[in-house]
T-cell receptor, first 115, second 110 residues
Framework: NAGVMQNPRHLVRRRGQEARLRCSPM?????VYWYRQLPEEGLKFMVY????????ESGMPKERFSAEFPKEGPSILRIQQVVRGDSAAYFC?????????????FGSGTRLTVV | AQRVTQPEKLLSVFKGAPVELKCNYS??????LFWYVQYSRQRLQLLLR??SRESIKGFTADLNKGETSFHLKKPFAQEEDSAMYYC????????????FGKGTLLTVNP
């Protein structure tokens, strides 16, 4: 089991471009969570998804950010028209269910740099 | 507001010395608390959680509700303990939304 796979590891985008971050959860995990870590900050919750459903997007910026977890394929975090302030590490985690009996398994993160 | 405070951004100790990484939380209910660790170039991993009351890699953490603290301790630090440590909790009606501290970078010197 390869664990939670995120790609790319590093992503550089110019202001105004789109960034697409991918997350493949662990095998058997149907719950995906995205967190963002700004420089010098702790990880902050963005969104919680199950297959084809957004369960909680209370941590997502209201504009330019969207997330999906289709029936087939990885979860995608999409940032449109990126700005310098979007530069951060974006972490994905997965779990087999919503409780914390098993804890999360985190991916290695995608480091987005907006130039 | 729910918050986790890790007052030390950096902590440096010598091998064999005791180490304590401080964590205080701000939450009026009964949170579930965790310590996560990130070794260099590796992913974030769960180190321990307070409800399991276990010791992992020699680390322990006791929840002190009176002081709202969950400090991580190890009696004899090893060089391989050098890593970034994050305290986190779940609370406030959510059983999945982790609130993280800013982390403490522990360096264990030979």
């Amino acid at each position: 089991n390869a664990g939670v796979m995120q790609n790319p590891r590093h992503l550089v985008r110019r202001r105004g471009q789109e960034a697409r971050l991918r997350c493949s959860p662990m095998k058997g995990h149907s719950h995906v969570y995205w967190y963002r870590q700004l420089p010098e900050e702790g990880l902050k919750f963005m969104v919680y998804l199950q297959k084809e459903n957004i369960i909680d997007e209370s941590g997502m910026p209201k504009e330019r950010f969207s997330a999906e977890f289709p029936k087939e394929g990885p979860s995608i975090l999409r940032i449109q028209q990126v700005v310098r302030g979007d530069s951060a590490a974006y972490f994905c985690a997965s779990s087999p269910d919503v409780s914390q009996n098993y804890g999360y398994t985190f991916g290695s993160g995608t480091r987005l740099t907006v130039v | 507001a729910q918050r986790v405070t890790q007052p030390e951004k950096l902590l440096s100790v010598f091998k064999g010395a005791p180490v304590e990484l401080k964590c205080n939380y701000s939450y009026s209910g009964s949170p579930e608390l965790f310590w996560y660790v990130q070794y260099s170039r590796q992913r974030l991993q769960l180190l321990l959680r307070h409800i399991s009351r276990e010791s992992i890699k020699g680390f322990t953490a006791d929840l002190n509700k009176g002081e709202t603290s969950f400090h991580l301790k190890k009696p004899f630090a090893q060089e391989e303990d050098s890593a970034m440590y994050y305290c986190a909790f779940i609370g406030g009606g959510s059983n999945y939304k982790l609130t993280f501290g800013k982390g403490t970078l522990l360096t264990v010197n030979p």
